[in-house]
């Protein structure tokens, strides 16, 4: 296929990205290198240049005292993100004890693990469940051990995306605090410290060069900087800048432009942060998104309420979409029937008892491809409440195997020609070429049926085409057409089965069990072989499940074969 040298994926990477975003880039790695190797700290001459406003505790406090600021913090799990008033901190499965001194450094461990430690994650949930608890102290010794041993350009602490979600949970923290009375001193002046500098210092470090979700939540965390700091003028130009953003990220079906779920769910619980700090001074196209972007969550999440794992998601991470409805106070529309999401690429069809996504749109925007895999084509399925087809899930983010694995087309419930990718992935986070397949159908029933198109390489010469129909409420039948142009080549078709046991496997069909629903899975025109394959419902989590792959004979210029998942019992 592609050549996969340094330079091949590089060259044909950058020519998606946007010449204002290159530049954006040259800024950012320009800014980096002074913040490293200037004799004074930039945080000195943020705190020196910026206004001396005061802060507006009364909004604080208003805000505090409104449901979204407990309802929006991170939840108190110690088995996800540790005990960190015991120098305990979990992220991604890894945990490290670093007693009474954190090692901000962290050395031993990943990017994102080092990213999560200066999120302070634990303290937002630590106040949202118990607000009057005895763990000021602690947390005021913390930031100011935060602030003397880490500073911009040395470490991770000060990037903008790991401040911004400090910023986010220092405010939070501070407005429940003001709601409830009685703040430590000490504290108090850490919170105002951190969140004067980080409000200021964050606008010079916008990632305009990644763009997408980070931005998004970057711009919303200054928008409510300005509001507790007193800054009209400035809250109204971050605002409109804010606006401008949700404009292009948000695509016109309501989905976010990354089409994973679950950021999609972060960069609404970003919107739903801004709304809970701006309170009566919400502006109405900003209560519009958020609706549009809810509505579209519910359409595509699972019975379960969980998010289908297309591209990056994991299960449990991203804020619970009922939750986001619950507190914007918004009814999703619901019903069985198909919807279609052409600028996201999703078709949704509902019956009684079933659910099934299908992916048929672009893997990512091309100028933010960080979060693509290869499902193009994928779908998902729930029976009786019960996920039966889903994607394999995303083990890890960090370059290596792990994160390859996750984003192989053989991950996921698609076709896939020899040992060819659909598009070409390299790196954590990049695609070289790229091509978005196309909906061809997507109509209503009786039976609701769904038709994708996608070209793969020109060096492969093939076009699959992909036929989903809901036969009845609780079966469905995939039809695929393969046509090659430069010669037959092997084809296989994976089924990945979360969490499912064996029951019986024949050449011709599998029966598998999972959560109480009972499966058959049977073919027309190839063979059927089941193995044992995990899953990962989040990163760093390994779970048994069930992967079936469907083989039809090789050779011919065309080739046709036909896929059935039925439930038999329940």
Not at 317 to 344: I, K, T, Y
Request: proline fraction near 7%; include cysteine.
């Amino acid at each position: 296929m592609v050549s996969l040298d340094a330079l091949g994926p590089r060259l044909r990477a950058g020519r998606h990205y946007r010449p204002r975003q290159l530049a954006a880039y040259v800024w950012d790695r320009g800014v980096r290198l002074l913040e490293s190797a200037s004799p004074v700290d930039p945080r000195r001459a943020t705190r020196l240049l910026s206004p001396r406003y005061d802060p507006d505790r009364g909004v604080l406090a208003s805000w505090g005292g409104r449901p979204g600021a407990i309802a929006l913090a991170p939840s108190w799990r110690p088995e996800v993100h540790g005990d960190p008033r015991q120098g305990v901190y979990r992220f991604q499965e890894v945990e490290a004890v670093f007693g009474d001194r954190v090692d901000w450094e962290a050395p031993a461990q990943s990017k994102l693990w080092r990213f999560h430690l200066h999120y302070f994650d634990g303290a937002a949930a630590l106040a949202a469940s118990d607000p009057e608890g005895d763990w000021q102290g602690w947390l005021a010794a913390v930031l100011e051990d935060h602030w003397e041993r880490c500073r911009p350009g040395q470490g991770y602490g000060w990037q903008a995306f790991p401040l911004a979600c400090r910023q986010a949970n220092l405010l939070r923290i501070w407005a429940v605090l003001e709601s409830v009375g009685g703040i430590d001193p000490a504290l108090l002046k850490q919170l105002a410290r951190h969140t004067r500098v980080g409000f200021h210092y964050l606008r010079l470090r916008l990632e305009q060069h990644l763009q997408g979700n980070h931005l998004l939540k970057e711009l919303a965390v200054l928008v409510t900087s300005a509001q507790v700091w007193a800054e009209p003028a400035l809250r109204r130009h971050l605002t409109q800048r804010l606006r401008r953003e949700i404009e292009v990220q948000f695509l016109a079906g309501g989905g976010h432009e990354e089409r994973s779920l679950r950021y999609h769910l972060d960069c609404l619980r970003d919107l739903a942060e801004v709304r809970a700090a701006l309170g009566s001074e919400t502006p109405s196209w900003l209560d519009r998104a958020t609706r549009r972007g809810l509505d579209f969550a519910a359409a595509l999440e699972h019975p379960d309420g969980q998010v289908p794992l297309f591209n990056d998601a994991e299960l449990g991470m991203a804020h619970p979409r009922a939750s986001l409805s619950e507190l914007v106070g918004h009814v999703a529309p619901g019903g069985e029937g198909l919807r279609r999401f052409d600028a996201e690429g999703y078709v949704v069809a509902r019956s009684a008892r079933s659910h099934l996504v299908v992916d048929c749109g672009p893997v990512a925007p091309d100028h933010q491809p960080a979060h693509s895999h290869c499902d193009i084509l994928s779908f998902e399925l729930s029976i009786d409440g019960q996920r039966i087809v889903g994607n394999r899930g995303t083990l890890a983010y960090g370059g290596g195997p792990d994160r390859a694995l996750s984003r192989t087309t053989a991950s996921h419930n698609t076709l896939q020609i020899g040992d060819h990718e659909q598009v070409e992935v390299w790196s954590a986070f990049r695609l070289g070429w790229r091509r978005a397949p196309e909906i061809v159908v997507a109509q209503d029933g009786p039976p609701p049926r769904i038709e994708g198109r996608f070209l793969w390489h020109p060096d492969v010469g093939a076009e699959h085409r992909r036929t989903f129909r809901l036969t009845d409420a609780a079966a469905l039948r995939v039809d695929d057409e393969v046509r090659f142009s430069k010669g037959p080549q092997p084809v296989a078709a994976r089924l990945h089965l979360p969490d499912a046991e064996l029951v019986e496997a024949s050449a011709d069909q599998v029966l598998a069990r999972t959560g109480g629903v009972t499966v058959r899975i049977g073919v027309e025109g190839a063979a059927l072989e089941a193995e044992p394959c995990d899953w990962f419902p989040r990163m760093g989590v390994r779970r048994p499940g069930l992967r079936v792959v469907v083989r039809p004979p090789a050779g011919g210029a065309e080739l046709r074969f036909t896929t059935t998942v039925e439930a038999v019992s329940a």
